[in-house]
């Protein structure tokens, strides 16, 4: 199951309690998506198809910047990425 959660951190910390409370494993999806800075040739394919715009394109050096605190894990940059840049580790 995948969840969003939302809120200031008293909030958000009170809501991780309680599923852990719950014996509820957690799992940060967004440490999971990585790009191998070594592969990734800053070509944009994935800035459009990323529907959270985890993706974008620095202005000065056009180089294309990777947001992963705002990643779902939905995979579709692991998908078009032509250089196989974009990786899910579960
Ligand atoms: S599609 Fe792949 S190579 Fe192109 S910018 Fe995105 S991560 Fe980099
Ligand atoms: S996995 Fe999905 S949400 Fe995360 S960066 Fe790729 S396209 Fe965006």
Redesign the pocket.
């Known amino acids: 199951m995948v969840l969003e959660l939302k809120g200031d951190k008293k909030e958000y910390d009170k809501a991780l309690g309680y599923l852990k409370k719950e014996k509820v494993r957690i799992q940060n999806l967004?440490k999971d998506?990585t790009r191998d800075e070594e592969k990734c040739t800053h070509c944009g394919l994935?800035v459009a198809?990323?529907?959270?715009s985890?993706?974008e394109v620095e202005a000065a050096s056009r180089e294309v910047a990777?947001h992963?605190d705002?990643?779902?894990?939905?995979?579709?940059?692991?998908k078009v990425c032509p250089y196989k840049a974009?990786e899910?580790k579960f």
């Open positions: 967004s998506v994935c198809i990323c529907p959270v985890a993706f990777f992963d705002k990643c779902i894990a939905c995979e579709m940059c692991v974009m899910v």
